[in-house]
Nanobody, 124 residues
Framework: QVQLVESGGGLVQAGGSLRLSCAAS????????MAWFRQTPGKAHEFVGA????????DYANSVKGRFTISRDNAEETVYLQMDNLKPEDTANYHC?????????????????WGQGTQVTVSS
């Protein structure tokens, strides 16, 4: 089992930037595909981006492509989400998640481990 703890959320104006971090502990971090999802009240988790074991493969939702960058540091057991040019519609609770699958999945059901989330609010 792996434990995930997110940090870095907050309130930012539209056009601003935030960097989210997700610290992992428990099992070997490099064995997991890591992803970021976001959720607003009453809605299901929405895929934001994911990164493969070694960091060489990434995938992003079309809504964030070109604005968000996901990266990982396996030595520090941390995954990051750099969010630039933020928009009000990016407002959500952002969760990191871990999967033992060998491929990047955009489906929340493929991720067995989840953090509690960190709130991002973008004002217009």
């Amino acid at each position: 089992q792996v434990q995930l703890v997110e940090s870095g959320g907050g309130l930012v104006q539209a056009g601003g930037s935030l960097r989210l971090s997700c610290a992992a502990s428990g099992r070997t971090f490099s064995n997991y595909v890591m992803a970021w999802f976001r959720q607003t009240p009453g809605k299901a988790h929405e895929f934001v981006g994911a990164i493969g074991w070694g960091g060489g493969r990434t995938d992003y939702a079309n809504s964030v492509k070109g604005r968000f960058t996901i990266s990982r540091d396996n030595a520090e057991e941390t995954v990051y989400l750099q969010m630039d040019n933020l928009k009000p519609e990016d407002t959500a609770n952002y969760h990191c998640a871990a999967s033992t699958r060998t491929y990047i999945s955009v489906w929340s059901r493929d991720y067995a481990y989840w953090g509690q989330g960190t709130q991002v609010t973008v004002s217009s």
